[in-house]
């Protein structure tokens, strides 16, 4: 067996995490994105994710993370994943196209103030894009999660964390990392401010 297949693989993710680290901008985004969820469920709103493949993973994944709990024992935010409803996807699919799964999500689940999360690795996957779309004329705020550029997701995003790597898995490693970032502080945060008021 090659141990330098598997090292390897451990040694790439790790430089992408680094320059992740030298990356100034990166880091003021993640704090700008970590302050507009705060915001949003602070003032009664739900953050709202939506992804594809392991991407859509992803997005389940972290908004499990804050509706039922990360480190602390505290009340549940409110935040879902877009696709959950396999029915609502399957059915919009057959209907109008998979291109408007998440776009018709959002005009029926989300209401100005809420926050949308939306994660695309190339930046341009035209569901993921319609979404965005119609979450800013809703009146939300757009969190874009990509790579390199960002594509036009980066175009239509308040806010974009774009990983320094054009590797699919490389770049989902990160977003991951950083989605565990924002639910730690998030929830820190709330729980300290709810303390505070109830001390106050």
């Known amino acids: 067996m090659n141990h330098e297949f598997f090292t390897n693989i451990f040694k790439e993710s790790i430089e992408v995490k680094q320059k992740v680290l030298a990356d100034t901008s990166f880091v003021e985004n993640l704090i700008t994105q970590a302050k507009g969820m705060l915001s949003c469920l602070q003032s009664g709103g739900t953050i709202w994710f939506c992804g594809n493949g392991g991407s859509a993973a992803d997005a389940q994944h972290l908004a499990a993370e804050l509706s039922g709990r990360f480190y602390l024992n505290r009340r549940a935010y409110a935040a879902e994943a877009l696709h959950v409803n396999s029915s609502f996807v399957t059915a919009v699919a057959n209907d109008f196209g998979y291109d408007h799964i998440y776009e018709r999500a959002v005009d029926a689940l989300a209401k100005k103030g809420d926050v949308l999360i939306a994660i ?16 800013k004329e809703k009146g939300l705020t757009v969190y874009g999660w990509s790579g390199l550029n960002g594509g036009q997701l980066a175009l239509l995003a308040d806010s974009s964390l774009l990983v320094p790597s054009s590797v699919t898995p490389r770049i989902q490693e990160v977003h991951i990392t950083a989605g565990h970032i924002l639910c730690q502080w998030v929830e820190a945060e709330m729980v300290r401010a709810e303390e505070d008021n109830s001390h106050g």
């Open 120 to 135: 695309s690795t190339s930046g341009n996957s035209k569901n993921i894009l319609l979404a965005c779309q119609k979450a």
